[in-house]
């Protein structure tokens, strides 16, 4: 779940962090008062996407007239398709530098990855690619957690003025207290500010909260704006769905088994319409993603992929047996599946009436690019 950026300043501001003063408006008059006290004013739209200053969602203003017009501008403004849920209006800082900082998962190691450069605004990514060593990192057991001793020593690095280095000292512990206690894929800064006195300020604020953690924190729940319908299907259902804008409709139990399906697809030369997940506590919920797998009208086959272990295959099996026979699948489907379960799958399978069902996934991918060249 992604948070707005005044959600998560709000945030910011009540574990410590320092962010600029602002207040969330939707209409002009909202905001009329905080104007006349914070001339200029910073108006920055509110979308669940990056890009917007890019795309001219961030204006400023310094007289009731002018802020009245850049409002109900921002208000009409889609960035990538969406329009704001409000706008964000704050004071204007003295930006002396702007600087970059983050928290988040570095799956490969199970740690913490903590980010930080003296280089921060829209042109991260470009620093990121150019110059990658600017980009300081620290990875962070998560049971030990951040410790004091090893942001100072990374910060001293940076070469950064003491009065400075303490403070982003202090805004990089309470930005991992936030990654943690808000169960956070991402918590970003960018840019964190040192104003002209030497303050550092969060400019900035990107947070993304798990979904299974969103239900601790319903104050900020909202609809994703980005999913499709059936993205929102299948998330009302516990799935793990991302719809793609090829034709052959993906099911496998496990994300790698997945990423390695849409592999095999490619490698044919047809293109998967999505990625869809059953596995762990979701396994026996095959029959509903068929469901969710065929309602995209782009699919022409469905290629299920399963290797069965803690996932049973001959529980996914009936679930996949259940849709054929209740007639919910209008298409060829090639099934893949070994493991745990394989072979009382596989004769429920047979005994449904599906015939195209193999033991390598290479084979099955095969048949897959033959039945969509056949469908055409």
Do not use: W
């Amino acid at each position: 779940m992604k948070l707005y950026e005044y959600e998560a300043k709000d945030i910011f501001r009540k574990n410590g962090l320092r962010v600029p003063d602002g207040i969330a408006v939707t209409e002009p008059a909202q905001g009329l008062a905080f104007l006349e006290a914070h001339k200029p004013a910073v108006l920055k739209t509110q979308v669940l996407t990056g890009g917007r200053g890019k795309a001219g969602g961030i204006l400023f203003s310094d007289n009731a007239k002018d802020f009245s017009e850049k409002i109900e501008r921002l208000k009409k403004l889609p960035i990538k398709g969406m329009l704001p849920r409000g706008i964000l209006i704050e004071e204007k800082l003295d930006v002396r530098q702007e600087m970059y900082m983050s928290c988040t998962i570095s799956r490969s190691t199970a740690e913490i990855l903590f980010m930080f450069s003296l280089t921060g605004g829209v042109e991260i990514e470009s620093v990121a690619e150019n110059n990658p060593e600017a980009i300081r990192k620290l990875s962070i057991n998560v049971l030990d957690g951040m410790k004091p001793s090893q942001i100072e020593a990374l910060v001293a690095k940076t070469g950064l003025e003491k009065k400075i280095a303490a403070q982003v000292c202090e805004a990089a512990l309470a930005l991992y207290r936030i990654f943690t206690e808000y169960r956070c894929q991402i918590a970003e800064i960018n840019p964190l500010v040192v104003t002209g006195d030497g303050t550092v300020v969060a400019g900035d604020a990107k947070m993304e909260i798990f979904d299974e953690a969103a239900k601790l924190h319903p104050e900020y729940f909202k609809e994703d704006l980005t999913c499709t319908p059936l993205e929102k299907r299948a998330r009302a259902m516990d799935l793990g769905y991302v719809e793609l804008s090829g034709n052959v409709g993906v099911i496998g139990n496990g994300a790698g088994l997945n990423m390695a399906t849409l592999d095999i697809i490619s490698f044919y030369g047809a293109k998967p319409a999505n990625f869809l997940e059953v596995s762990g506590r979701t396994y026996g919920k095959a029959e509903d993603a068929v469901g969710i797998v065929v309602s995209n009208p782009n699919v022409k086959v469905v290629f299920g992929n399963f290797f069965g272990c803690i996932s049973r295959c001959d529980v996914i099996a009936e679930g996949l047996a259940a849709a054929h026979t209740k007639g919910s699948i209008r298409m060829p489907m090639v099934i893949a599946m070994r493991g745990t379960g394989a072979k009382e799958g596989l004769e429920t399978l047979k005994k449904a009436g599906i015939t195209e069902i193999y033991e390598d996934d290479i084979e099955a991918g095969r048949r897959v690019a033959e039945l969509l060249k056949e469908a055409k």
